[in-house]
């Protein structure tokens, strides 16, 4: 099933991995290296209507989805943010924490509100797009 929101993040081009109940999905605009979309992917507007099984879904997704940003980029903390104010299914920005810059592409990428809270309004500029991004979290995605 594909809502508003997934499409809103540029589902499926920004696909990193599908569950039955979420969807893991690149940020389009990366607050930190890494930042990602946790999104619902039915059409419930407020957290406690998701179904039973998404919960325990969730567990499974969070593990995951923390193993591999840590193995592609070793961050220090994760934030998750439901803010849901524009954007109305239920979804979680996933945002990386680095207390030093992340390397990428020769190039440093620091957390410019470390250890404050990050500025989601905020994005880096990448030359080279998120695509290398996308794709080092999808191969370190467990099996």
């Known amino acids: 099933m594909t809502n508003e929101t997934m499409l809103k993040f540029n589902y499926p081009d920004s696909l990193i991995r599908e569950y039955e109940h ?4 690149l940020r389009p605009a990366q607050v930190t290296i890494g930042s990602l979309v946790l999104a619902g992917r039915g059409e419930e507007e407020r957290f406690p209507d998701l ?7 969730l567990k499974k997704v969070a593990g995951e989805l923390e193993y591999a940003l840590s193995a592609a980029f070793a961050q220090d903390k994760i934030n998750y943010l439901m803010l849901m104010m524009v954007d109305r299914q239920v979804h979680y920005h996933v945002i990386p924490r680095y207390s030093a810059p992340v ?6 990428y620091p957390d410019e509100d470390w250890p404050g809270p990050p500025d989601v309004t ?4 990448l030359p080279d797009g998120a695509a290398a991004i996308q794709e080092r979290i999808a191969s370190a995605w467990p099996a």
């Open 51 to 57: 179904p039973r099984d998404a919960f325990g879904e």
């Open 22 to 25: 979420w969807a893991v999905l």
């Open 103 to 108: 390397q990428l592409d020769g190039r440093d």
């Open 122 to 125: 905020r994005a880096l500029v």
